[in-house]
């Protein structure tokens, strides 16, 4: 009843898609979760704004995602409005620092978009991005990063909207970026980044790009549904190599397993549900602390109820 009747009020301010207990198993990356009270597609930033104020003032729980690769939905589903920015996607050329290239992206273009466009234009700089299934806003929210470089290194201005739907525009040096997290309040929607990048070579740019997505593909479970990092990686070692040297490799708890292939990856072998997925977590984080005293942290945003 409640759901119904928030879809309808929605459904006057927005006018992309509204849905209404939508499993999000279908959306994940790695395959799991349960239903969403209310999924939302907005369509531009004004109704985005509209949106997000009418959610505050209701007082109902929401989350932006983007590419839902770094997300596992429990299997009882989200309790409230998950708002999707799929549709804002709008990527352009822009200016950047110093009056050298800059690219400008809504938060829901894809990374790889971003990659290619830069590389046509000879721009160098977002290489390391190659092969990084996430969104822009997901990846300035996890300050996504790979082979040395993260977001950080190459953001100029973050565009923000706060839960009652002011927009605030903020450059590089009022952020504050962590390992694999941007520093902003928990329902500040990301809308929009403008990244410095520098001049370069087209074939070297490219070359660079190729070299990248292959050494991941003969790294990562790419033919498995997952959630890339499970664990982020704490300073003694990499998560992958302490999972390994565990002897964890391989282990199934339901449909869900620690790849063979890379020991941070679990990946869904067909039928895994939420909880399989976090209890292989849990346990791989008992192990770790048990035999080495270190304590792993998710790398994975695990949101929602249980079932
Ligand atoms: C095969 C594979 C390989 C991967 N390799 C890497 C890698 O090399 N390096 C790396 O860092 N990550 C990697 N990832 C993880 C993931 O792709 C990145 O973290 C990515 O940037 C997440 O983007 P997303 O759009 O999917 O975010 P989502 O999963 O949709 O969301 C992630 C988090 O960001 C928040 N969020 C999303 N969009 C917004 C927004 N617009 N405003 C505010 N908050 C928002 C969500 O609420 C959530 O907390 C990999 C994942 C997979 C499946």
Same mark, same amino acid.
């Given at each position: 009843m409640m759901n119904e009747e928030i879809c309808r009020d929605i459904r006057q301010m927005v006018s992309g898609k509204v849905l209404s207990g939508e499993r999000m198993s279908g959306y994940t990356s790695i395959g799991v979760g349960g239903p969403a009270d209310v999924l939302v597609f907005p369509d531009g930033f004004e109704e985005l704004g509209r949106l997000v104020s009418f959610l505050t003032a209701r007082g109902t729980p929401f989350v932006t995602v983007g590419n839902w690769t770094n997300i596992i939905? +429990?299997?009882?589903?989200?309790?409230?409005?998950?708002?999707?920015?799929?549709?804002?996607? =709008?990527?352009?050329? +822009?200016?950047?620092? =110093?009056?050298? #290239?800059?690219?400008?992206?809504?938060?829901?273009?894809?990374?790889?978009?971003?990659?290619?466009?830069s590389a046509e234009k000879g721009f160098a700089g977002l290489e390391f991005c190659a092969g990084i299934p996430g969104s822009v806003g997901g990846a300035v929210k996890m300050n996504?990063? =790979?082979?040395?470089?993260?977001?950080?290194?190459?953001?100029?201005?973050?565009?923000?909207? !706060?839960?009652?739907? %002011?927009?605030?525009?903020? !450059?590089?040096?009022?952020?504050?970026? %962590?390992?694999?997290?941007? !520093?902003? #309040?928990?329902?500040?929607?990301?809308?929009?980044?403008?990244?410095?990048?520098? #001049?370069?070579?087209?074939?070297?740019?490219? =070359?660079?790009? +190729?070299?990248?997505?292959?050494?991941? +593909?003969?790294? %990562? #479970?790419?033919?498995?549904?997952?959630?890339?990092?499970?664990f982020k990686n704490p300073q003694e070692k990499p998560a992958g190599r302490i999972i390994e040297d565990l002897g964890l490799k391989g282990m199934q708890v339901g449909g869900a397993k620690i790849s063979e292939k890379h020991g941070n990856f679990i990946i869904n072998t067909g039928t895994a549900q939420a909880k399989d997925v976090t209890m292989l977590i849990e346990i791989v984080q008992q192990a770790a602390y048990d035999r080495t005293g270190i304590r792993l942290e998710p790398e994975v945003v695990i949101l929602g109820e249980e079932a």
């Open positions: 939905v +429990r299997d009882g589903g989200y309790r409230g409005v998950v708002v999707s920015l799929k549709n804002l996607g =709008a990527v352009s050329l +822009r200016e950047g620092t =110093a009056g050298g #290239p800059g690219v400008y992206a809504q938060a829901g273009a894809n990374l790889s978009d971003l990659v290619s466009l996504a990063g =790979a082979y040395g470089s993260e977001m950080k290194d190459v953001i100029q201005s973050v565009t923000l909207m !706060d839960r009652s739907g %002011h927009v605030r525009e903020c !450059d590089r040096d009022q952020l504050v970026f %962590h390992y694999r997290r941007l !520093d902003i #309040p928990d329902e500040d929607v990301i809308l929009a980044a403008t990244f410095r990048l520098s #001049p370069g070579q087209k074939d070297e740019i490219t =070359a660079k790009i +190729r070299e990248i997505v292959t050494k991941r +593909r003969g790294k %990562h #479970p790419l033919e498995y549904k997952s959630a890339g990092s499970i």
